[in-house]
């Protein structure tokens, strides 16, 4: 099979890009390992920032999101004690949308048919040949049998773990990373959430999380050492220290129910740079990985996703030749960004390793400032929002 793009990994990344190529007319074939079941069923992010809710307005794929998102205007840092409310609304004119990855991916999902998307789920082995020509190859296989697509350019769309920034030669990128000591463990529940928006706590035993699906599905996090096991936490531990860490007035409002999903995701810092090489362009988790307390690891996927879309019409429909040469400096720029706001979070949030007395009261004390300041508040949430692309 000839075509001018392959895309691998049908995540969020992956089927935003194939649609905007193919509403110019530009041909993509995508490959996913998992099956489409399993690709819908993943429970991932909750917040969407402008440029993915532009995104699905975009391509027209909008209808579901408007109908049964919930736009919030504010979120609250919480001390253990007292709710400090950042006004996204006020502070920057914006807002964001509450509205599940699992349904971003199901709206994409469904228009592939209709739009002749092809989108190839469960083929194996896929590996990456002649990145640095003009004439890069894919292969996998699927039943048994291995076939392969030629193409001008190769996007990996593929996570974390996939196959395309390994192909990157190592003296050719470079990595920069952080690891932390704890995990988040997530609960989904059938239950109305505990606050209209979402509450991020500092408390003395730790970071907890109250997020939502809708008026009556919650998404709770807290924060666990690192080896901690999803089995070390039946549901009422769960809840006992949610009730404490969220404080006294989230507390009375929560309700308690069995948990639908329950698991345990490391946190890390990451960046690939730079996200191309050759013919291989990197979108999302392929190329980068933040902390989920900024929420931003689905809305960087979105706006990487935009640059690579902008610099392919530009070099297919356009005959720009040196469109695809940019895209790693404008998509890195605005990674950084978030890189930063993420990491800066989880440090205010969360109690680290070595964190003695006079790193409690640092961050006792910025979360006073910033209770007390609006140019601190505005900085937040300028960042929360989503910085312009
Ligand atoms: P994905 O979603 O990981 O998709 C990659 C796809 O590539 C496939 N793949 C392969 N396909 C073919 N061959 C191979 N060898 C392959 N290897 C892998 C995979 O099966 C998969 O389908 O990456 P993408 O598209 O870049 O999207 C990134 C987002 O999924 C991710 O950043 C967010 O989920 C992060 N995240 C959040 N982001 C937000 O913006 N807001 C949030 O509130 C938020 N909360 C979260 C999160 C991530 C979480 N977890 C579980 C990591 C909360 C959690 C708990
Ligand atoms: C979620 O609802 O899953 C969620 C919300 C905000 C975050 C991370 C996850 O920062």
């Not at 404080?247 to 929560?254: K, S, V």
């Amino acid at each position: 099979m000839r075509v001018p793009v392959c895309i691998i990994g049908a995540g969020p990344a992956g089927l935003f890009l194939g649609h905007l190529l193919s509403a110019e007319g530009i041909e993509s074939v995508v490959l996913e390992r998992q099956s489409p079941e399993y690709v819908r069923g993943r429970i991932r992010a909750g917040v969407l920032e402008n440029i993915t809710v532009g995104l699905l307005e975009r391509l027209g794929l909008d209808a579901r999101m408007k109908g049964e998102g919930l736009p919030h205007d504010g979120f609250n840092l919480a001390d253990g004690e007292r709710l400090i409310r950042i006004d996204i609304k006020e502070l920057t004119g914006q807002e964001v949308m509450v509205y599940g990855q699992t349904e971003v991916t199901r709206d994409l999902m469904e228009a592939c048919e209709e739009r002749a998307l092809q989108v190839l789920y469960e083929v194996g082995d896929v590996t990456l040949h002649d990145i640095e020509s003009d004439r890069p190859s894919v292969t996998y296989k699927k039943g048994g049998i291995e076939h392969r697509i030629d193409c001008r350019i190769i996007v990996g769309c593929d996570g974390f773990h996939g196959p395309s920034r390994k192909a990157i030669p190592s003296d050719a990128g470079k990595e920069y990373e952080r690891i932390y000591p704890f995990g988040w463990l997530g609960i989904l529940a059938d239950v109305p959430p505990c606050n209209h928006e979402l509450i991020y706590a500092n408390h003395e035993r730790g970071f907890a999380l109250a997020s939502m699906r809708s008026n009556t599905r919650s998404r709770y996090y807290v924060d666990v050492p690192v080896n901690d096991k999803v089995e070390d936490w039946i549901d009422e531990r769960v809840w006992d220290e949610l009730s404490l860490r969220l404080g006294p007035e989230a507390a009375a409002n929560i309700t308690r129910g069995p948990s639908l999903e329950k698991s345990i995701v490391p946190l890390r810092s990451y960046v690939f740079a730079p996200m191309r090489h050759g013919s291989l362009m990197l979108c999302g988790d392929a190329a980068h990985i933040v902390p989920p307390t900024g929420a931003k690891g689905l809305n960087l996927a979105a706006s990487d996703v935009h640059y690579a879309a902008d610099a392919l019409i530009r070099y297919f429909n356009q005959s720009e030749p040196d469109a695809i040469a940019g895209y790693s400096d404008r998509a890195l720029a605005r990674v950084w960004k978030a890189e930063r706001f993420s990491w800066s979070l989880t440090r205010l949030m969360h109690r680290f390793l070595d964190d003695g007395p006079f790193e409690r009261a640092m961050q006792m004390a910025e979360l006073d400032y910033i209770a007390t300041s609006r140019a601190a508040q505005t900085a937040i949430a300028e960042n929360y929002v989503g910085l312009p692309v």
